[in-house]
Nanobody, 118 residues
Framework: QVQLVESGGGLVQPGGSLRLSCAAS????????MGWYRQAPGKQRELVAR???????NYADSVKGRFTISGDHAANTIYLQMNSLNAGDTANYYC????????????WGQGTQVTVSS
């Protein structure tokens, strides 16, 4: 059974930065396209960044140029570096393998809360 554990969230001021981590067990991130999703209160979960096993990345327009997704195959972990954060980035952030339709492929973890506020 695949388990995903997200960490690194917190409260940050507008313009600040955070680095999220997602440790996977039970499956290898090397052989899957992995993604970071987020869900704000009252909104649907959205895919904001993805990375293939070969390192190709793709971003939602809302985070392009501010967020960077990366992976460490040896640690079986993916990361999301988030810079220039704004209130619109406030959400619970989750990682998952990305299905061809852009949906999460494995069971969801608890996520990590990111709150951007002054």
């Amino acid at each position: 059974q695949v388990q995903l554990v997200e960490s690194g969230g917190g409260l940050v001021q507008p313009g600040g930065s955070l680095r999220l981590s997602c440790a996977a067990s039970g499956a290898s991130v090397r052989f899957n396209t992995m993604g970071w999703y987020r869900q704000a209160p009252g909104k649907q979960r959205e895919l904001v960044a993805r990375i293939t096993g070969g390192g190709t990345t793709n971003y939602a327009d809302s985070v392009k140029g501010r967020f960077t997704i990366s992976g460490d195959h040896a640690a079986n972990t993916i990361y999301l570096q988030m810079n220039s954060l704004n209130a619109g980035d406030t959400a619970n952030y989750y990682c998952n393998a990305v299905s061809p339709l852009g949906l999460g492929y494995w069971s969801w973890g608890q996520g990590t809360q990111v709150t951007v506020s002054s």
